[in-house]
């Protein structure tokens, strides 16, 4: 795998203020606009960030909507569906016009698949992304579809880069944010504001047997199909189960590949997901790229030490060798699996370590971050 510079050599990008010098104006009618939401069956990390955001916003006094596609479910925000999956992209200028109306800020949520928010916006808009498709494309469109892929990155990047140029974009991690400079964003036009986690609640127990969670929708740049050759190699070594939570398209091609010791859960409740990371020995994430991997800090708050490989946005929710490890390559993740799997002290030494670095990371102070940023998008709107 790629070397990588670490984050501290690079120069950073311009901070979110902790204590403005002057009052920064805060937009009261804030609109999300984006793929789902939270209810859909399909959501994962980027519809739960929305949601935190749009619910903590709303406690601070903000008129909140989201404007998505799919079915819309009951918030204290408003949830106005734009119609379906694919289709909404196509509606959501004349959505916004007719179903939602004026706002002080627009965030376009962007996750590949761009709305071009900014051309038809003429008011302040703010741009939040998870991560830079770049290269997913290929991997979602490979074959004869690959015109399809060359499209989907060129109108991705035109959009991040070649529309209303003065507009504010909000990286969820260093990683997302060297992205978006390697496909020709201003460093000054970036944010880096952390996805948050739960306060937890009382921490369940440890499953008494070898007990691996991966969590997350079954697509395929997360790479299950790999987790689940890698189970093969280890699961004689370290035997147990193997749990894959979530659901997604990929999971009846996944469960034809899955051998002994792999269960399927599909969905499950936010309190179930707990359970299941406290129980767990390991969380494992194969991904080929993230945004932050937010479901590696809901797993350290439960003392549960992460393996993944050393990928853009994994490598910034991951300490190797203190709360987790990350792997360069597939032997070193069935290794590392391998150890820490027989080695009860020190997954106990890394799940200490990732709990108290997830406390530095709380809903609440995102939520604060972005308002921030929200405000900043507004005052600087048309300079």
Not at 13 to 41: E, K, M, T, Y
Not at 240 to 263: F, N, S, Y
Request: glycine share 10%; with cysteine; aromatic share 8%.
């Amino acid at each position: 795998m790629p070397q990588h510079v670490p984050y501290t050599l690079r120069a950073p990008f311009p901070p979110v203020a902790q204590q403005p010098s002057a009052p920064v104006p805060q937009p009261r009618r804030i609109v999300f606009l984006a793929h789902r939401d939270l209810g859909n069956a399909q959501a994962g990390g980027s519809e739960l960030l929305v949601d935190r955001l749009a619910d903590g916003l709303t406690q601070l006094g903000h008129q909140v909507t989201l404007l998505c596609g799919g079915p819309a479910s009951y918030r204290d925000y408003r949830v106005v569906s734009a119609g379906g999956a694919y289709g909404h992209f196509l509606r959501a200028r004349s959505a916004f016009a007719q179903q939602v109306g004026a706002c002080d800020l627009l965030v376009e949520v962007c996750n590949g698949m761009p709305y071009f928010a900014p051309m038809w916006h003429h008011g302040p808009t703010l741009r939040l992304v998870n991560h830079v498709h770049t290269d997913l494309w290929k991997m979602r469109f490979g074959g004869p579809m690959a015109p399809a892929a060359r499209i989907g990155r060129r109108l991705e990047q035109w959009a991040l880069t070649g529309v209303r140029h003065q507009s504010l974009l909000v990286a969820v991690s260093p990683s997302t944010a060297d992205a978006l400079r390697g496909i020709g964003v201003e460093r000054d036009r970036i944010r880096v504001v952390h996805n948050g986690v739960e306060e937890p609640g009382p921490r369940g127990e440890r499953s008494p047997e070898p007990l691996f969670v991966a969590v997350g929708r079954l697509v395929e740049y997360k790479r299950i199909d790999l987790l689940l050759r890698l189970w093969e190699r280890v699961r004689p070594v370290v035997g147990g189960r193997l749990l894959i939570v979530g659901d997604g398209p990929e999971r009846e091609r996944l469960e034809r590949l899955a051998g002994p010791g792999v269960e399927f859960t599909g969905h499950v409740s936010e309190a179930r997901k707990h359970e299941l990371l406290c129980a767990a020995w390991l969380l494992l994430h194969p991904s080929a790229l993230e945004g932050w991997g937010l479901v590696v800090t809901e797993a350290a708050v439960r003392e549960t030490p992460a393996i993944a490989f050393d990928v853009p946005g994994l490598r910034d929710s991951v300490v190797d060798g203190e709360t987790g490890v990350l792997a360069r390559g597939e032997s070193s993740f069935a290794a590392a699996w391998c150890t820490l799997a027989l080695s009860g002290l020190r997954r106990e030494v890394m799940g200490v370590a990732a709990r108290d670095r997830a406390g530095r990371y709380r809903w609440d102070r995102t939520v604060r971050q972005f308002r921030l940023v929200a405000g900043e998008a507004v005052k600087g709107w048309g300079s």
